[in-house]
Each structure stands twice: as C-alpha cells, then as structure tokens.
C-alpha cells in the first residue's frame, strides 16, 4: 500500500514540476507577447503556429494560459503563504495556551467558516473593491482557520508528550518551545494540509476570476479566461478546454502530492 | 488507486481530442434579416429574455427609469404623438396638431375613441393631468425632463389641449411621446396604458407578462401575449435561446449571435454612441492636447474588427447615423489613427512619457469590457499606461454618473427621443449630466443659439455646429454606434429596430406552420 502512495506522489510532483517550469519559464519569455491582439488571426483553432488556437481578440491563447497559470499561481501562493502564517500563529497560541483567548479566537474561526467561503471572499471584496491585491487579502483571511484549526489541534495533542515536557523542565522558553520545539513537529501534518489548500487557493481564484472580480483584463488568468471562453464554447472549444486543463493539471498535481504525504504519514 | 489514475489521464486525453475537433468545425450558417417563409397569423405568444428585471416603478413618469424599464413600456404607454421605426413623429392620443409661428404654443386634438387599458375612453382631463404631472407644473419639479419646458397646459372644450412653452422649441414634438395616464389612477401601483399591449403580471426577478389590448386604436398587434422573462446572466441567455427556452432576445452582440445558427437574426443599431468618456476636470486629461492625442492613439475600426466582429458604425461626434438630420459624417474621419502624431501631441503637452490612466467599466456590460481590453492595447502603443477597473453598475451609477470621480470610462449614450438636444444637451458646462465636465463656451453657446432659434435650417446648423467643437476639442474619444441583434426562434419574424432604444412587439407574427 505504501508503494502505491508513493506513486502519487511521484506523478504529482513530476505534474507539479513539469507546471512550474512552464510557469517560471512563461515569465521571461512567451511564444508571443500574451495581451498582442491580431485582427487576422481571430478564433484560429490548434495549430502549428498557435499550439492552443487564438482567442476572439486574435490573441494567443498558449501564451495567455502560461501567465495566466502563473498569476493563478502566485496568488494561490500568496494567500495560501497569508493563511498559512497567520494560521500558525493563532494555532499556536491558542493550543498552547487555552483560555479565554482561545475561545474567542475559534469563535470567530467557527463564524468564519460559517460562511460559504466565496460568498465572504465577495463581501470583502465589496469592501476593499476588486484587483489582484485585494483578492490575495480576501481569500488569505479565508484560508486562516482551516490552518488554525489543524495547528491548534495538533498542538493540544503534542503540548502533554514527554519531549514538551522535558523541555519545560530544561528551562526552555515558552517562544522557543512553540517554535522550535512543537512547530517542526507538526509540519509533516501542515505538508499535505498546504498541498490540500494551495489546490483550494487555485481554485478559489479561478472562481473570483470568473466572477469578474479578480485579476482584471486584459491581463490573464486562468479562471478570467474560462469566464471569456464561455461565451465561445460552441464555436471556440479549444478556448475553454485550454484554460480548464491548465487548471486541473494544476489542481491535480498537487492533489496527488496532498494526498501522497497523508498517505505516506498516516501509513 | 492506479485506476482513478487512469480515469483523469483518459479523461484528459479525450477533452484533447474534442479540442482538436472543435477546431476543424466550419463558421455555422447565420441568417441575418431573413424574409418571413409564410403568411403572418394572428395569435401566439412569444417569451422574451430580459437581461434585468424593469425598475421597481414603472411609473412612465419617473425621470430616472432605465432604458431598459423605458424600451418596454413603450409598448404599454403612448403619448399624444408618437415615433415609427422610421424616426417619424406620427400623431397618437392626439389625431392631429399645430404649431403656432413662434414655436411656443402647441395645439392638439384628441383622437376619438382612445381607451386606456381598463376600458376607460381617453378624456381631455386625463391628457391635462399627464403633461401637468410629467412637466411638474404643481410641484415646480419636473418629473420628465423632456417637457419641463412646458409653461402651462390648457384645455379647450373637450376635444382639444393647448401647450405653451417657457421658451421657443422646435423639437418639442419629439417630447411630447410623454406617456398619457388616466388621472384617478396611481402609476405607481397600476400600470394602466393605451398602447397595443396591456400589463397584466409581474412576478419580481422573475417574469411579466403583456397581453394584446383588444380595444387598441391603432393597428393591434398579431401576438395574444408576451412574456418577458428575467435571465441575468448573457451565457444563460443564449443557452436559453439555443434549447428553445425562450423566442426572442435583443441587444446581443456578434460574439452571442455567432452561436445561434438557425434562428432569425436581425441586425440594426443600438441608436447610441459608445464612447471613451474623459473626465475633462482631472489632470491630465483637462488638457485638450492630451485628448486630442488620445483621439489619434485609439483607433476605431480595429476595436469594430477586433470587438465587434466588425459590426458597428463609426461615429466621430455624440451622433448617431440613424438621427440623419443631424449626422455629421465628415467628422467621424476627422481623427486618423496616427501614433506618431498622437505622440507628437503628448510631447507637446508634458507628457513625453505617457501618463496613467483607469478605465472604469460596468461590469456587466461585456461589450464595453472588450472595447476597454482594445483600447488598453493601443494606449500601450503611445506609451499612455491604462489599466481597467470594472465596477458593478450601481457602483458606476455612484462614482461615475452621479459623483464625477473618475478618469475615463467607457459606455454608451442614448437619446430619450428622436431629437439632437438628447444627445448634445449634456455636454453643456453647467448641465447636471455632464458627466465629462466638458466645459466650452463656444459649445454653450452654440447649443443655445440652436434651441432658442425657431428656423428649421439655422437649428440644424447650430446642433451641427456643436458636434463639430465635441470633436475637435476632444471632449471624449466617440467609438460607434455598436450593431445590436436581435434574434427569434424559427417561427418569429417581423421585428422593427427604431432610432430609438425600444422593442416593439407590436409588428412581430408567428407564421403559419
């Protein structure tokens, strides 16, 4: 059984590796400048010169899909990174400590949770108004008591073993304790819990982006383009189909990988 | 384990291959203004889609009514006149009416046998209260801005109503459509008309529903009922059309039309023009230099071929083709897209290195969006740094409309009614709609001269006059007159576009199978 979570894990980094390179790769240099619109080559299908066809500005549609995963990446990264340091925090502390802080800050966890999570995402943007930047803002204050939860459970459980305990007895600081004691001691659970919220991450872009709410044209991203393509979705498959691979191969890397490491920590 | 693998990887080899399908499909047939394929029959129903619910009130009176509230009830309310498809003002509520030669004191007689909706005849005293609630002639405050020109209304026996004016106003008449409703009814709580169709049902964000008024005076209308059914979203509307869900929808673009092979298409004008709208009052676009550089940036026929398919007239002023009279053709060529002298202007301006500039764009309005997405792109070209901000439309409303806080946005403009003053008053200095801030006092000048004048000619010249300072001063970059579609499913035809932004369902049959 164990081989066999190995191989996800496996196939999910060689996707994931294999979507980063094209990423990285995609920021210096595309096959043609991705917001370059062409009168003459609208609505092509796959082609030789256009490997995903072009769109209905005549625009190129592998060059968008490559930025746009790479801006659907960066800010699945940097909420996942806002939820996951915030997250760690507040577990942190609360797990350690208990206490009134502790109710009050899982209350207002629960409240959060409460919500179906798009829908807040949509408040906050009513609040702060749409863009790039806004949307990280939005989606990493969501993605903070998932990550809260776990931390704070795990530390419940670990703050009574004996390695804590004979730390304490040593005179180790309570700072010193939570992060260098505990904290490495519960990332192997954090790993898959990550993986599992960066796919969320993606995904929680790509539906604000089609909503209209996220990245703004005419940059792209992967859920701004699935929102362009389904105007073209008869004519324009290649459109749609496109962004929604890019997506999947995105989600189902690290799916895999999530889903690996659980396997591999709870076999 | 290996099995769900197996799964995802076939499932993606074969969206490859549809993808790859897809692409060797050719353009489907559309059938663009077809003739009818048999004999009109009376009777039928039609379900329109709507893309928004009508406004809360369909009190015609209501000033602030949407276009979209207004191209509806323009089949449920007539005024004393009324227009055609072809722009003409032809008498209605009114069988007949006179100008006195000084163009301030209109006469008219009232149609016999008119009746509203309710079975009422149309009285002299209804007609009174309509045009003194409308011009606001007890209150002081107009509801309708078109007739708050009017001074005093008058009848004369029981046959005939007399209009006088504050000031002379030869385009009156294009007013006067101004809906007639019976006086001891609220309009607030009962739609009662006199038009073709009668309201019968609303259901909020959901449907209404018309039904042909038997007693009509007028030519009466083929179809028994016309449900209008409220579906928000644009994909949802075609998808709607394609399965047969709904008959009929307006407003499309080519992009939606291209999907519906094998439904009756017509295509017209949307009668508005569409608009780099500048706020004339910031930096650093109160400079006519830069805005006449922006004018030589943005070209238009490529955002026609590359938004609209390249459907759509241009236009080079606030007018738009179908108001014939006053289109000034020569102007919509009067800037040739030309980076080079478009940075020449900047240069000479201060702006060697371009500036930044927001584009504020509704939303929902997807046309514009891909307009703005063109425009960023040859901004680029002279260095002028744009970025778009979509905001939802009552955002826009606020900001834009209303509070003036905004750089540049783009939409389009339409007029109340077949006059030029609708699609020139606002760009007066000190007039509330003057969403551009534009200031001129030649412009203000020369609008004045041309409302206050009574000769035919010399007022034509005025408005023309005016649109001609809109261009070269830049007050804003005018695109086109964006093409509208309209399309019915295969048993529908006859449907009419007007110079003005209403859907008549009055002309459109069922043909026999």
Not at chain 1, 128 to 155: D, H, M, T
Not at chain 1, 193 to 213: D, H, K, P, R, T
Not at chain 2, 261 to 275: D, K, M, P, R, T
Not at chain 2, 352 to 360: K, V, W
């Amino acid at each position: 059984m164990i081989k066999g979570m190995n191989s996800h894990f496996k196939i999910g980094a060689v996707i994931t590796c294999i979507m980063l390179v094209i990423i990285i790769v995609g920021m210096f240099w595309t096959p043609y400048d991705p917001n370059q619109m062409s009168g003459s080559e609208k609505m092509q299908g796959p082609s030789l010169q256009h490997l995903f066809g072009t769109d209905n500005f005549g625009r190129d549609i592998f060059s968008r899909v490559v930025q746009g995963a790479g801006a659907t990446f960066m800010i699945a990264f940097a909420t996942v990174a806002i939820g996951l340091t915030v997250g760690i925090l507040i577990g942190l502390f609360t797990g350690y400590f208990g206490g009134w802080l502790d109710e009050i800050l899982m209350r207002i966890n629960d409240s959060i949770l409460a919500f179906p999570s798009i829908l807040l995402a949509l408040v906050l943007i009513a609040i702060f108004g749409g863009g790039k930047y806004n949307i990280i803002l939005a989606l990493g204050i969501l993605f903070i008591p998932s990550f809260a939860r776990l931390v704070r459970s795990e530390v419940a459980r670990q703050k009574n073993m004996d390695y804590v305990r004979n730390a304490k007895l040593m005179g180790v600081g309570t700072m010193r304790l939570l992060f260098v004691h505990i904290l490495p001691n519960i990332v192997p659970v954090l790993l898959s819990a990550i993986a599992i919220g960066f796919n969320n991450a993606v995904l929680a872009e790509a539906s604000m982006s089609f909503l209209g709410v996220g990245v703004q044209p005419p940059d792209p991203s992967l859920g701004r383009m699935l929102n362009e393509a389904q105007t073209y979705l008869m004519s324009a498959p290649w459109y749609a189909m496109s962004a929604g691979i890019a997506i999947i191969l995105l989600v189902l890397g690290f799916g895999l990988i999530g889903e690996g490491l659980g396997g591999e920590r709870n076999g | 384990m290996k099995k769900r693998i197996l799964v995802v990887v076939l499932s993606l080899i074969m969206a490859f291959t549809l993808a790859a399908c897809g692409g060797g499909s050719a353009e489907p047939e559309i059938n663009i203004n077809p003739e009818p394929a048999g004999e009109p029959v009376e009777g039928g129903e039609i379900t329109v889609g709507v893309t928004a619910d009508l406004d809360s009130s369909l009190d015609p009176h209501v000033s602030s009514s949407s276009a979209g509230t207004r191209e509806i009830l323009f089949n449920v309310y007539e005024g004393l006149v009324k227009p055609d498809s072809e722009g003409n003002l032809n008498p209605a509520i009114a069988e007949s009416y006179s100008v006195n030669d000084t163009a301030d004191e209109y006469t008219f007689v009232l149609r016999d046998g008119v009746k509203f909706h309710n079975g009422n005849d149309v009285t002299i005293d209804d007609v009174v209260y309509s045009l003194s609630r409308a011009a606001g002639l007890e209150t002081g405050e107009p509801l309708v801005a078109d007739v708050a020109g009017i001074a005093s209304v008058e009848a004369i026996g029981d046959k005939e109503v007399v209009v006088k004016l504050k000031a002379p106003d030869t385009e009156f008449l294009a007013h006067i459509t101004t809906a007639i409703i019976p006086k001891d009814i609220d309009p607030e709580k009962e739609v009662v008309g006199t038009g073709p169709f009668k309201f019968t049902e609303r259901k909020v964000q959901e449907s209404i529903t018309l039904e042909k008024f038997g007693e009509y005076w007028g030519e009466k209308p083929y179809l028994d009922k016309v449900t209008l059914k409220v579906i928000d979203n644009a994909e949802t509307l075609v998808m709607s059309l394609k399965s047969g869900a709904i008959d009929m929808a307006t407003h499309l673009v080519f992009s939606q039309v291209k999907e519906l092979s094998g439904l009756n298409i017509y295509e017209g004008a949307s009668n508005a023009v569409q608009g780099l709208y500048l706020n004339n009052a910031v930096k650093p676009l109160d400079d006519p230099l830069v805005r006449q550089a922006l004018s030589y940036a943005i070209d238009k026929q490529a955002i026609v071929d590359l938004a609209f398919d390249g459907h759509g007239t241009l236009v080079g002023s606030s007018m738009f083709p179908a108001l014939k009279k006053y289109f000034v053709d020569e102007l919509t060529n009067y800037y040739t897209p030309d980076a080079a002298k478009a940075k020449e202007l900047l240069k000479e301006a201060g702006y060697e290195n371009g500036f930044d500039l927001e584009i504020t764009v509704p939303s929902n309005m997807q046309q514009h969006v891909d307009t703005a997405q063109v425009i960023v792109e040859q901004l680029q070209a002279v260095g002028i740094n744009a970025t778009i901000n979509q905001v939802e439309w009552n955002t826009w409303l606020e900001d834009v409309y209303r509070g003036r806080k905004y750089q540049s946005t783009i939409v389009s403009f339409d007029a109340h009614g077949v006059a030029a003053s609708d699609m020139l008053a606002r760009f007066q200095s000190d007039n509330g709609k003057n969403i551009s801030n534009f200031a001129s006092e030649a412009y203000d000048k020369a609008y004045k001269a041309a409302v206050s004048t009574t000769d035919d000619a010399a007022q034509t010249e005025a408005f023309k006059e005016c649109e001609k300072i809109l261009t070269e001063e830049a007050a804003n970059v005018y695109i086109q007159d964006v093409a509208s579609f309209v399309a019915m499913g295969g048993d529908f035809y006859g449907y009419e576009f007007y110079p003005l932004y209403v859907a008549d369902f009055s002309k459109i049959f069922k043909i026999a199978e």
